[in-house]
């Protein structure tokens, strides 16, 4: 299983960016998938997170950044709109998926992606 994130950028404050993030290989189920991020100097953060459940937000993003999903693609997406320059860091994209080995067997597993760079000037 690999996760392909892009969509990072620089961009000024107030203006928006979006995400995505798409996983692929043998995958029977993606339970949940998420954002975190890691700004210099600080440890990582979860930013939001979506299972079939529902979302889950960091307080410092609610009502600026949206998470959705696209079963049929894999792809998890993060709309944030009205940045902050405290939203500079690497993001990175989680996923918890259950999938085929080999030998047909399934197994879980927490997935990261490459992380992807926003930069946000004031």
């Known amino acids: 299983v690999q996760l392909q994130a892009s969509g990072g950028g620089l961009v000024q404050a107030g203006g928006f960016l979006r995400l995505s993030c798409t996983a692929s290989g043998s995958i029977f189920r993606i339970n949940a998938m998420g954002w975190y991020r890691q700004a210099p100097g600080k440890q990582r953060e979860l930013v939001a997170a979506?299972?079939?459940?529902?979302?889950n937000y960091a307080d410092s993003v609610k009502g600026r950044f949206t998470i959705s999903r696209d079963n049929a693609k894999n792809t998890v997406y993060l709309q944030m709109n009205s940045l902050k320059p405290e939203d500079t860091g690497v993001y990175y994209c989680?996923?918890?998926?259950?999938?085929?080995?080999?030998?047909?067997?399934?197994?879980?597993?927490?997935?990261w992606g490459q992380g992807t760079q926003v930069t946000v000037s004031s």
């Open positions: 979506i299972t079939s459940s529902g979302t």
């Open positions: 989680n996923a918890d998926i259950n999938s085929w080995t080999a030998n047909s067997e399934m197994e879980a597993g927490y997935y």
